[in-house]
């Protein structure tokens, strides 16, 4: 099943297309929030690990990872799924040209989100739509900032975090819902629960 389903799960998070649209200026409205410092799900020691060593994180518990070398763009560091294939979790780099020095030198941490989010948009040639707000969460001493996203009109919402490394490299983590089965997908509080676990692991 592990062969047969990831080349489409690999299409599905990662298609990308050759028309680069603009994103939309946002209005800008920042949400702060506290997380938990301990996950709220049972999680493995399942380890994703950046090649630099400056970012870890831990998998929920029975969640595999999918070999993405022959298809991944460059960009993308680990791709796993739960047993259902239903939920994957993608990290993946941003890069220095998406993230702008004068946006990350004004905005911070809000300024790389919004340049994740444009990556998104780009790839599905302005389909994808923030969902609510961009958001400040403090996790110790840990600051991730977080967006949601969807190209159904909210039927289906990513869910985005960024990060900037203590050497300066930027990575997103991500929970993107899945349709590939049939089966029915974790409801939203659910997948706060998974997010927000996956979270919790995340050494930077």
């Known amino acids: 099943m592990i062969v047969r389903y990831a080349s489409v799960i690999v299409c599905v998070l990662l298609l990308p297309s050759c028309l680069f649209v603009k994103a939309p ?6 949400q702060n929030v506290a997380l938990s410092p301990q996950p ?6 399942n380890l994703v690990r950046t090649k630099a060593g400056d970012l870890i994180a ?25 047993p259902e294939y239903t939920l994957s979790m993608v990290v993946s780099s941003i890069s220095s040209g ?12 809000v300024g ?3 340049a994740a989010f444009q990556k998104h948009s780009r790839k599905t ?5 923030v ?7 403090q996790l110790g001493a840990r ?18 975090a960024v990060c900037t490394s203590s050497i300066g490299n930027h990575y997103e983590v991500s929970l993107v819902p899945l349709n590939i089965t049939g089966r029915d997908l974790p409801d939203a509080q659910e997948q706060e629960r998974i997010f927000r676990s996956i979270l919790a692991t995340v050494q930077y």
């Open 98 to 109: 998406e993230s702008s020095r004068e946006r990350l030198a004004n905005e911070g941490l």
């Open 125 to 129: 040639s302005g389909a994808a739509k």
């Open 131 to 137: 969902v609510g707000s961009y958001r400040l969460a």
């Open 25 to 30: 200026e946002d209005k800008i409205e920042v």
């Open 143 to 160: 600051t991730f900032a977080g967006f949601d996203f969807s190209t159904t009109g909210g039927g289906m919402r990513t869910r985005c």
């Open 112 to 114: 790389l989100a919004r």
């Open 58 to 82: 831990l998998l929920p518990k029975g969640w595999v990872f999918l070999d993405t070398r022959t298809e991944a763009s460059a960009d993308i560091i680990s791709v796993a799924v739960n």
């Open 40 to 45: 709220e799900i049972e999680m493995s020691d």
